[in-house]
């Protein structure tokens, strides 16, 4: 049940003492993200009398609603806004541009969270803040672990679906930049490891001859990806110009110049 008055820690101005109340008992409880059912069972009010304390805190700046019945205090959305966001969205992880731009492969300040998830869930807009949510089937939904206090794709998975959707990470030549910076220091083994598991032989040979080209990785690291190399010629860049030369070792067709990047 709520503490009362005595107990508040923060002067909600602009609140009611019910309000004001609601707004610390969810503090002191630890919510990150909650809805009528975490309110009600705070409160015993009943639901018609919670959704429109959510609504009028809402309106008034307390709270911002993530989604349909998901709120979060004000506060909290600002300055942890990665854990408000995969706690909202489950299942989801953090990854492309957004995770390399936390890793430091990026020097681009990213303001769009770019999440993946198993399901097929529409782009959220909070404020000024956008959350793009990219499906993966679920054998590809791995990779990642929260011990940031979110949930956010390893650097090694994190250039991985990168590469696998380049528009979502500035396309192929900020995808090399981020390859180069932060290829060192990858755990080389599990990248080979995620990247075997993820199941796009098209991917290995994009990703096996931009490794050998720019000179990153081991020489058996190389002969176990071209070992799994697409069986078909396939653009190193989906999105790029004409073909201007073909590698049979990785079956690639070269359609950018990759050493003047």
């Known amino acids: 049940m709520m503490k009362n008055s005595q107990e508040q820690s923060i002067n909600y101005k602009t609140t009611s003492k019910n309000e004001a109340r609601l707004l610390e008992t969810i503090r002191s409880e630890g919510l990150l993200t909650f809805g009528v059912d975490e309110v009600k069972a705070l409160t015993g009010w009943k639901k018609t009398r919670v959704h429109n304390t959510l609504s009028t805190l809402t309106k008034k700046g307390h709270l911002v609603k993530i989604k349909r019945n998901t709120y979060t205090l004000e506060n909290e959305f600002f300055e942890k806004t990665f854990e408000v966001i995969t706690d909202a969205i489950k299942p989801s992880y953090i990854s492309f541009w957004t995770a390399l731009s936390y890793y430091g492969f990026t020097e681009q300040q990213v303001n769009t969270i770019q999440l993946v998830s198993t399901k097929q869930l529409k782009e959220l807009k909070i404020g000024s803040k956008s959350i793009t949510i990219t499906t993966f089937k679920p054998s590809r939904f ?63 040979s994009r990703t096996g001859f931009l490794l050998e080209e720019l000179g990153l990785a081991e020489k058996e690291t190389l002969k176990k990806l071209k070992e799994q190399r ?32």
């Not at 995808?175 to 991917?203: M, V």
């Open 142 to 204: 791995f990779g990642y672990d929260n011990s940031q206090g979110f949930v956010l794709a390893e650097k090694e998975k994190a250039l991985i679906d990168s590469l696998y959707q380049l528009e979502k990470c500035g396309g192929l030549e900020e995808y090399i930049k981020c390859l180069k910076n932060g290829y060192e220091g990858l755990d080389e083994q599990k990248f080979t490891k995620y990247l075997i598991r993820f199941e796009n032989r098209s991917l290995i």
């Open 230 to 261: 697409s069986k078909s010629y396939v653009l190193l860049d989906p999105g790029g110009d004409e073909i201007q030369d073909h590698n049979s070792d990785w079956n690639v067709k070269i359609n950018r110049e990759v050493q003047q990047i």
